[in-house]
């Protein structure tokens, strides 16, 4: 079956622009993640989404970043007025939630390189 | 502070060797925890998990990961490592709670020599 797939792979823009990523769960999922890997930070968590709300938005790292999610489906994380430490690889997961409220296994997609010049 | 700490930042194996990569977590009570492999290039993809139940969970390629409360960890083995396990491995969990997100280790880069 289809996995989670992310659009586009790749993305170099100039500093100061905006850029919008795009992540497409398993069909199903109700919850959705974003995550960032990047050198110097590892592998940090962004935003969860459950169905169309984000009841945790901990991580994302200033007011230049927000995502959406519409109908319990795709969703998109923008960034504004981008900088160079916003290079990074941004990767989308999504899992079942189970009847308790918890997630279960997290499937990845395979990210979005975002360079920043 | 609330981590996940994979103590080895690079091992080096070589073919057919056995294989400990070691994992420790500070949460108070027992979260959920996985183990990721990344191979360059590559997304994410889950090796195991262990939720609850028995403490030696198996997972695919043949690896293998056993939680130990009294020691806080959850270490990954294989008895026999193939030059294809050539990636990263990421320990993560997910603390109780309430919390979902994932929180993950640094990571430990695994190089296979034939």
């Known amino acids: 079956g289809a996995g989670v797939s992310q659009s586009p792979s790749n993305k170099v823009t100039e500093k100061g622009k905006d850029v919008e990523l795009r992540c497409d769960p398993i069909s199903g999922h109700t919850a959705l993640y974003w995550y960032r890997q990047s050198l110097g930070q590892g592998l940090e968590f962004l935003i969860y989404f459950q169905g169309n709300s984000a009841p945790d938005k901990s991580g994302l790292p200033s007011d230049r970043f927000s995502a959406e999610r519409t109908g319990g489906s795709v969703s998109t994380l923008t960034i504004q007025r981008t900088q160079q430490e916003d290079s990074a690889v941004y990767l989308c997961?999504?899992?079942?939630?189970?009847?308790?409220?918890?997630?279960?296994?997290?499937?990845f997609g395979p990210g979005t390189r975002l360079t920043v010049l | 502070a609330q981590s996940v700490t994979q103590p080895d930042i690079h091992i080096t194996v070589s073919e057919g060797a056995s294989l400990e990569l070691r994992c420790n977590y500070s949460?108070?009570?027992?979260?959920?925890l996985f183990w990721y492999v990344q191979s360059p290039g590559q997304g994410l993809q889950l090796l195991l998990k262990?939720?609850?139940?028995?403490?030696l969970v198996q997972g695919i390629k043949g690896f293998e990961a056993e939680f130990k409360r009294s020691q806080s960890s959850f270490n990954l083995r294989k008895p026999s490592v193939h030059w294809s396990d050539a990636a990263e491995y990421f320990c993560a969990v997910v603390p109780l709670r309430g919390y979902n997100k994932l929180i993950f280790g640094a990571g430990t880069r695994l190089a296979v020599h034939p």
């Open positions: 949460y108070g009570a027992t979260p959920y």
């Open positions: 262990y939720f609850s139940g028995d403490t």
């Open positions: 997961a999504s899992s079942i939630t189970t009847a308790g409220g918890r997630t279960d296994t997290q499937y």
